[in-house]
């Protein structure tokens, strides 16, 4: 068992809680039993080390069978330990490092995905993670994420994700401009969500391939990145509320998408 809370390699595992590392070794750490059980189960080709606490390997015997069968290194440690490899204070027993995998848009093109989601200006880490959450769920071929959004392999993002990281391909650091024009000579309608959208959301028509296109949680679209889209849609708001924050609205175009393109 690993007992030493200062010794060099929890370290190196702290470490991964900084860009520039994760960048430098082209590795993340996965902290938690939900995303660890997901990448342990969906894709066990990423995983470098799994660490435990005694505890952990008692509860969570279907994580320690899957991860056996994948023939993965677990690494016993006391809870002194896995506290000081991770970036929450309660990891919850588990934690895993994992080597980075992102598809490259010719793969994801490739597919003839009918459902995208693009992030251009996203910055904060619980919107990007949830993002990424609810496209898994309504069942998106990718998510493609722009080169001045967030890490999407941040300790936070990867905790909102809920393991959904793990589950369909995600597309890191395009430039936005050149990406829509792929998009759309692919023949994936550019669908813009945006407050000033003329086009209600139930008005659209979504059974065509399409990809919707998200912006800045603060100021949402740049006019530019607007005027290259096919149309600018707008969330309906029946309430008093002033706006759904961009995850929310995220979610509920993605939705009515997959009830489009599944009926």
Not at 5 to 18: E, F, I, N, T
Not at 205 to 218: F, I, S, Y
Request: overall charge negative.
């Amino acid at each position: 068992m690993m007992t030493n809370p200062g010794a060099d390699r929890v370290k190196s595992v702290r470490a991964l809680s900084r860009r520039s590392v994760r960048e430098r070794t082209g590795r993340f750490l996965v902290e938690g039993p939900q995303s660890v059980r997901e990448v342990v189960v969906h894709r066990p080709d990423q995983v470098v080390d799994l660490y435990l606490t005694a505890e952990a390997r008692t509860r969570h015997t279907d994580i320690v069978a899957a991860a056996s069968a994948a023939h993965l290194y677990l690494h016993e440690v006391s809870e002194d330990v896995l506290a000081a490899m991770c970036d929450t204070p309660a990891p919850q027993g588990l934690a895993a490092v994992c080597r980075v995998a992102t598809a490259s848009l010719d793969e994801v093109l490739a597919q003839g995905p009918r459902l995208l989601v693009l992030l251009t200006n996203v910055r904060d880490p619980g919107n990007a993670g949830t993002v990424i959450r609810g496209a898994d769920a309504a069942g998106a071929a990718a998510v493609l994420v722009s080169d001045a959004s967030v890490d999407v392999h941040a300790p936070k993002v990867v905790r909102s994700t809920a393991g959904s990281l793990f589950h369909l391909p995600l597309v890191t650091g395009l430039p936005v401009e050149q990406t829509l024009a792929r998009l759309r000579a692919a023949g994936v309608r550019v669908l813009a969500a945006d407050g000033v959208g003329t086009t209600m959301l139930p008005d659209v028509d979504l059974q065509p391939a399409h990809v919707w296109v998200m912006g800045n949680e603060a100021w949402g679209l740049e006019p530019q990145i607007r005027d290259l889209c096919d149309e600018v849609v707008r969330v309906p708001i029946y309430g008093k509320a002033e706006s759904l924050n961009l995850a929310m609205a995220a979610t509920v175009c993605l939705y009515a998408s997959a009830g489009a393109q599944n009926h």
